[in-house]
């Protein structure tokens, strides 16, 4: 069974600090998305993964395929980053239509 | 259009009624999804449409519970006597299904409170 572990659950931040969330998984991947959800719902994709690193602005998500593991890295955060991130991991003939979610860390950036 | 689009945005409706949510995915994306998301709550998984394979049903969470998809294109879930545990944010995800090309697109989401 493919799980997706996120972590932290939730974090506080202080304006312009670095920030890292975690995400695992068990089986492996055709690909990992890093998403994003504001407060008001909408979700937006963020990266897709399949290997190495990507890079867009002030974001930054990394993949190791042999450890199972992204991380995805805000730089010089900011209030507006507060928002909900999911990892979720694209699996071509895995289950509930090949994508497996995490649960989402909940960050906060506090000015 | 640009994006997926979903309607309506916002639905109030009585215990035991049914609705209907509509989905309009990215003009030519293969793949379709639907979630539901509770107040506070990560997404769960409803069902998955992928061109005309017949599609993964298994997130559907009773008989109430029911979709369909005109070839590739609009997706419409349907609620039948509604209860008050299905409210919930619906959100509908279209992608461009194959190898490495499976960006996804959220829409807006339907908001229903069943009272």
């Known amino acids: 069974k493919n799980e997706v572990e996120q972590s932290p659950q939730n974090l506080t931040a202080q304006e312009g600090e670095f920030i890292t969330i975690n995400c695992s998984y068990s089986v492996g991947i055709s690909a990992l998305h890093w998403l994003q959800q504001h407060p008001g719902g909408g979700i937006v994709s963020l990266f897709m993964?399949?290997?190495g690193k990507k890079k867009h602005g002030r974001l930054i998500a990394t993949i190791n395929i042999q450890e199972k593991h992204s991380s995805l890295h805000i730089t010089a955060s900011h209030p507006r980053d507060s928002a909900v991130y999911i990892c979720?991991?694209?699996?071509?003939?895995?289950?509930?239509?090949?994508?497996?979610f995490g649960k989402g860390t909940k960050l906060s950036v506090k000015p | 259009g640009a994006g997926v689009s979903q309607s309506p945005s916002n639905k109030v409706t009585e215990k035991g009624k049914d609705v209907e949510l509509r989905c309009d995915p990215i003009?030519?994306?293969?793949?379709l999804y639907w979630y539901r998301q509770r107040l506070g709550q990560g997404l769960e998984f409803l069902i998955y449409f992928q061109g005309n394979s017949a599609p993964d049903k298994s997130g559907l969470p009773s008989d109430r519970f029911s979709a369909e998809r005109t070839g590739e294109s609009v997706s419409t879930l349907t609620i039948q006597r509604t209860q008050q545990e299905d409210s919930a944010v619906y959100l509908c995800?279209?992608?461009?299904?194959?190898?490495?090309?499976?960006?996804?697109?959220f829409g807006e989401g339907s908001r229903l409170t069943v009272l």
């Open positions: 979720a991991d694209l699996n071509y003939g895995g289950s509930q239509g090949n994508l497996i």
């Open positions: 993964l399949s290997s």
């Open positions: 003009s030519g994306h293969t793949a």
């Open positions: 995800a279209s992608s461009l299904a194959g190898f490495n090309t499976g960006e996804l697109f």
